[in-house]
């Protein structure tokens, strides 16, 4: 069964600070993804990435960078967290002839 | 934009076979129609998907219209742990660049 962990599950940090959360996946899936979700707005896709060294942007790419070096992992980066980014994160993996994303257990990221 | 409507919510008797309709009206011919559902905060889990047939699987039926511009979740027999928020989902086979909408808010009722 397709296994996507996410660290941390929750975080609160300040203005400016840099973090990381990073997504991992055992299936050797190709693509992956990160979405943000927050209240009245639905999930809505940051980046995703089709392979290894291939990434692209989603709908709410700002603020966020990605990198994909190598296949089961997918990082997410916050280089200056801002307020507007406390949001429930969900990172999503699938194969590339798969019509399924199988998604992860989420991060509640809270920026004071 | 999500490129599908939805009730924001319904109520279901537990037991009772719900129904859950979506519109697509813009629907293009090489989309698929998905279904996921989330429960409370947890990651969205996949439902269904066709193009257009009917389709069954061990967890719902999905029936699209012939036109294929509105479709329906059916859970045959709802319970208490099918109350979550349902998402229909348009999207081009295989295209990782999906839009959620807001979905549907299901209650089931004991």
């Known amino acids: 069964e397709a296994q996507v962990t996410q660290n941390p599950r929750y975080l609160i940090t300040v203005t400016g600070k840099k973090l990381t959360v990073t997504c991992s996946q055992n299936m050797n899936h190709e693509y992956m993804s990160w979405y943000r979700q927050d209240p009245g707005l639905g999930l809505r896709q940051i980046y995703y990435s089709m392979n290894v060294e291939v990434t692209d942007k989603g709908d709410v790419p700002e603020g966020y960078k990605v990198s994909r070096k190598e296949k089961r992992n997918f990082p997410l980066i916050l280089e200056s967290p801002s307020p507007n980014q406390t949001s429930l994160y969900f990172c999503?993996?699938?194969?590339?002839?798969?019509?399924?994303?199988?998604f992860g257990p989420g991060t509640r990221l809270t920026v004071l | 934009d999500a490129k599908t409507t939805q009730p924001p919510s319904m109520d279901c008797a537990e037991g009772r076979a719900a129904n859950l309709p979506c519109n697509h009206s813009t629907i293009s011919g090489n989309e698929y129609v998905y279904w996921y559902r989330q429960i409370h905060s947890q990651g969205p889990q996949y439902i269904i998907h066709?193009?257009?047939n009917n389709e069954t699987n061990e967890m719902a039926s999905l029936i699209i219209t012939e036109d294929r511009k509105s479709s329906t979740l059916i859970l045959p027999h709802a319970t208490l742990r099918d109350t979550a928020v349902y998402y229909c989902i348009v999207r081009v086979d295989r295209d990782d660049k999906i839009i959620f909408g807001k979905g549907t808010r299901l209650h089931i009722l004991p």
């Open positions: 999503a993996i699938r194969t590339r002839e798969g019509d399924t994303q199988y």
């Open positions: 066709g193009l257009k």
